[in-house]
């Protein structure tokens, strides 16, 4: 599996087919030959089954069809069968720690129907835990006197893995995509499926520490496994992990398990978060970002487990911003370390064209729930502009906003005002103008691509870091074949090679040459191979 690169949509900002100002599939068939082109394996789709949208399509009220605002069942048949005649396998994205409160259990729920409050988890007193998107993760229902539990939005029921039927009804689920040809799931929040017996409050915390990797994870993970994904060749499964340990993460991803194919885990997104906390800034910690790569990536090798490398996705801000002063060079460096690391390679729309985030100045040009909520939250103690410039460094929506595909009306993504604006950053490089130049970020991509699909030491390889704590290079090599080494900063470093070397297999400045006393130059990075 770890040859397999995976490539993530979302759909609602790929490409609108329609006219309507909201991606859909027939959007993502249309551009499939790009996606070819530049060479991955698997798409994931965000959820795209029927939904309110109200955490887009996070909040699913029928999994077995697609929401009309992305086509119709047919469509995406046919996105499958499109895909694996170019040699491209789909991955949904399975939502099973909730679902929408529209979905017909619920709404069964509510009307009292014992049955049906049993697959979901309602309480007659709720504890204090904190919903991941603000305020109490538990919400009263005066006809029934009872609260239900909702981790995230309270449109976001939890779903009780304890009972049978809900258990059942997710083999029916995977195995009927799985007949139609799907040969990928992500599972969403994954590690937080299995509930304690009994709901305490936290008296240090929000409540995570008592409601996540509960004791039944692993369990109900092979069991979905051994009935449904792990019976079909050549399933890839990956699970999202929040606020995991490594022993737990490859626990669910273990290989000699039939568990998950790899997992998510976000530590080292949160190395620029002050004090832990999401909405406090501090500039990123580049020591602890390195350090937490060598004990994950160390840990789950050990563990034989296998770990997915990526910096970006729908819930985070474009790194190319976050980590670099949005350059080529900088965008480069990163896709130069999350290649030659060990795992699955996943590339995030937008990020093979340098894609920045948003740049918002307004707080009416946000979409996404959890910054809205928090723009409330954060108002109590920190002034509008305060607030405004937090959502632009880790607002959800700034990995959200549409794909420029050239200069046409509305960048080419549409013929209507999209749902959500394009990036307001003073450079917005388009997929048109990307292709057109063969020293474009794409190309980079494209040949990483292949670099890696070239050499199984890039995927099997050892990997061994050097000078940790150098302040501004991070250096490993691969099977002691390779020495990486990326320079996080913009400026010059020096940097003694210590062996001969004869082959540069990556380098993101085109006048590279290899020489004992290198200087490494603003989001440098070199691959360096030996030669015996
Ligand atoms: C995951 C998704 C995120 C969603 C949340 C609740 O973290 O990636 O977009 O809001 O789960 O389903």
Redesign the pocket.
Known sequence: MENKIVYQIYPKSFNDSRGRGEGDIQGIIQRLDYLALLGVDVLWL?PVFRSPHV??G??VSDYYHVDPRFGTDADLQALIDQARLRGMDIMLDM?F??SSTEHPWFQKALQGDVDFMNRYIFVDNPVNWQS??GGSAFEYVKELDKYYLHL?DKT?ADLNWENPIVFDEFVKICRYWLDKGVRGFRF??INLISKPDVFEDDHQGDGRRLYTDGPNVSQYLRKLGAKSFALVDDVMTVG?L?STSIEKASQYSKKSESGLSTVFNFHHLKVDYKDGNKWALKPFDFLELKHLYADWQKGMIENDASMSLFLN???QPRAISRFTNESFEGATMLASMIFTLKGVVYIYQGEEIGLPNAYFDSIRDYQDI?SLNYYKILLKDHSEKEVLKILQERS?DNGRTPIPWNDDIHYGFSNAEPWLGFSKAKTLWTVEDALADKESIFYFYKNLIAIRKSDPILIDGDIEFIDLDHPNLFIYTRADQYLCIHNFYDKVVDYELKEDYHDVVINNYSDFKIKKDLKLRPYESVVLKKVI
């Open positions: 965000t955490d887009n996070y909040d939502v720690n909730h991941k998107f995230f976001q969403d929040v999202e929040s996705n729908h819930d959890e959800r």
